[in-house]
């Protein structure tokens, strides 16, 4: 199942500046990850979450959850032309195990 | 090694024929999984093995068999598949099926069923 919807689906922005994306999803969860995928390759981790924090940092990344909105963020400080890529919110949907459901994900990319 | 690797990394198929996918880590993970997806989508949990043990079959056709046959190997077994069944397969594992960490992900099987 997928329960992740993300926002918005594609986003274009000049290097240099912040870019946003925004995950919804929709029972309870015990933790919340952020995954980015070039072309056609694989996925890379890029932060995990747990139910009981709100927010998390990770060198140019941020990263708020609002279990209550049932949303998180994923913020990405001065943008690189090598952080064009799709970006997947991914959660447990609660279930206690790690299996992970992805979101739609946000396309972004950034122009130099 | 931190890295999952898959093989081949393509695949064109006939509708009749038999191929197999591998996947294989030696990061000590004891989770490890499946994931299929489509062009401009995300992907989608086929399989999870824990311990060598399949605990997740997310109602995928028999024509795609899972197998682990021990803890650093994984392979998805394809027979009989159909056009629609086009898509990149991917294998993640994950250090255990309930320490709720990341995944590592492979780079993919680009499969073209013809």
């Known amino acids: 199942s997928q329960q992740g919807e993300e926002d918005p689906q594609a986003l274009s922005i000049q290097e240099g500046e912040n870019a946003t994306m925004n995950c919804s999803y929709k029972t309870s969860i015990n933790n919340l990850q952020w995954y980015r995928q070039n072309s056609g390759r694989g996925l890379v981790h890029l932060i995990l979450?747990?139910?009981?924090?709100r927010e998390k940092h990770s060198g140019r990344l941020r990263v708020t959850l609002d279990t209550s909105k049932k949303s998180s963020s994923l913020l990405i400080t001065a943008s690189r032309a090598a952080d064009t890529a799709s970006y997947f919110c991914?959660?447990?949907?609660?279930?206690?195990?790690?299996?992970?459901?992805f979101g739609t994900g946000t396309r972004l990319t950034v122009i130099p | 090694d931190t890295e999952v690797t898959q093989t081949p990394k393509h695949l064109v198929m006939g509708m009749t024929n038999k191929k197999s996918l591998k996947c294989e880590q030696h990061m000590g993970h004891r989770a490890m999984y499946w994931y299929k997806q489509k062009a401009k989508k995300p992907p989608e949990l086929m399989f999870v093995?824990?311990?060598?043990?399949?605990?997740i079959n997310e109602s995928v056709p028999s024509r795609f068999s899972p197998e682990c046959p021990n803890s650093s190997l994984l392979n998805l077994h394809l027979h009989a598949l159909q056009p629609e069944d086009s898509a990149l397969y991917l294998c993640a594992s994950s250090q255990d099926p309930w320490a709720s960490d990341g995944y590592t992900f492979g780079s993919g099987t680009r499969l073209t069923v013809v």
């Open positions: 093995y824990s311990y060598e043990k399949l605990s």
């Open positions: 979450i747990r139910s009981n924090e």
């Open positions: 991914a959660t447990d949907e609660g279930t206690g195990a790690n299996n992970l459901f």
